[in-house]
Nanobody
Framework: QLQLVESGGGLVQSGGSLRLSCAAS????????MGWFRQAPGKEREGVSC????????FYADSVKGRFTISKDNAKNTMYLQMNSLKPEDTAIYYC?????????????????????WGQGTQVTVSS
């Protein structure tokens, strides 16, 4: 059974850093595009960053470009999101997601409706 489990969320001050992890089981990341999404209170879930199955293609939302870095370790079947220079507006529940796809990632497919498998989410709170 395909399962995604996020960890690494928490409370951090503005300007701080966090590293989120998404551990996958029941499937191998080799064939799946992966993504990080977030949902703030009262807002729709949005794409933050996505990475292709090969790792050669990465997409970042404009709001996190230059501050966040997505990566994955296929040997560990785990995806990561390194978040630096955090801002209060980054406060949200962060979800990882997976979708079987061999093509690259972009703004066109780093979208909620393009991903079928989801984790339960981890809370990130950035205080000002």
């Amino acid at each position: 059974q395909l399962q995604l489990v996020e960890s690494g969320g928490g409370l951090v001050q503005s300007g701080g850093s966090l590293r989120l992890s998404c551990a996958a089981s029941g499937f191998t990341l080799d064939y799946y595009a992966m993504g990080w999404f977030r949902q703030a209170p009262g807002k729709e879930r949005e794409g933050v960053s996505c990475i292709s199955s090969s790792g050669g293609s990465r997409f970042y939302a404009d709001s996190v470009k230059g501050r966040f870095t997505i990566s994955k370790d296929n040997a560990k079947n785990t995806m990561y999101l390194q978040m630096n220079s955090l801002k209060p507006e980054d406060t949200a529940i962060y979800y990882c997601a997976a979708e079987i796809r061999s093509t690259g990632v972009s703004s066109k497919n780093c979208r909620v409706d393009e991903y079928a498998y989801w984790g339960q989410g981890t809370q990130v709170t950035v205080s000002s």
